[in-house]
């Protein structure tokens, strides 16, 4: 089993900013990639980022290209997402994945470990 932890999460203004951190333990061998995903009230689950566990690969939704920056490090097994430029339609859950699968993927079901999630809330 691999166990993911979220944290980070908070409310903040529009135009601010929050790092999400998401801490990896367990079997992690065989693992590719991690991805964050999030999921507003009443919407699907949608993708946001990924990054391969080697951190040489990332991929990012186009409604967050050039505002969010995945990161990884290895030493301390934890992806980061780094949030810039926070809009109110960022506001929902965000979910830690990690998953076996290649290519690098955009899709849940590609994801076989999940997180509890963080809020993260940006008032107008």
């Known amino acids: 089993q691999v166990q993911l932890v979220e944290s980070g999460g908070g409310l903040v203004q529009a135009g601010g900013s929050l790092r999400l951190s998401c801490a990896t333990s367990?079997?992690?061998?065989?693992?590719?990639?991690v991805g964050w995903f999030r999921q507003a009230p009443g919407k699907e689950r949608e993708f946001v980022a990924a990054?391969?566990?080697?951190?040489?690969?990332?991929k990012y939704h186009d409604t967050v290209k050039g505002r969010f920056t995945i990161s990884r490090d290895n030493a301390k097994n934890t992806v980061y997402l780094q949030m810039n430029s926070l809009k109110p339609e960022d506001t929902a859950v965000y979910y830690c994945?990690?998953?076996?699968?290649?290519?690098?993927?955009?899709?849940?079901?590609?994801?076989?470990?999940w997180g509890q999630g963080t809020q993260v809330t940006v008032s107008s």
């Open positions: 990054v391969t566990w080697s951190g040489s690969i990332t």
């Open positions: 994945a990690a998953g076996r699968n290649w290519p690098l993927s955009g899709n849940d079901y590609d994801y076989n470990y």
């Open positions: 367990g079997r992690t061998i065989g693992i590719y990639a």
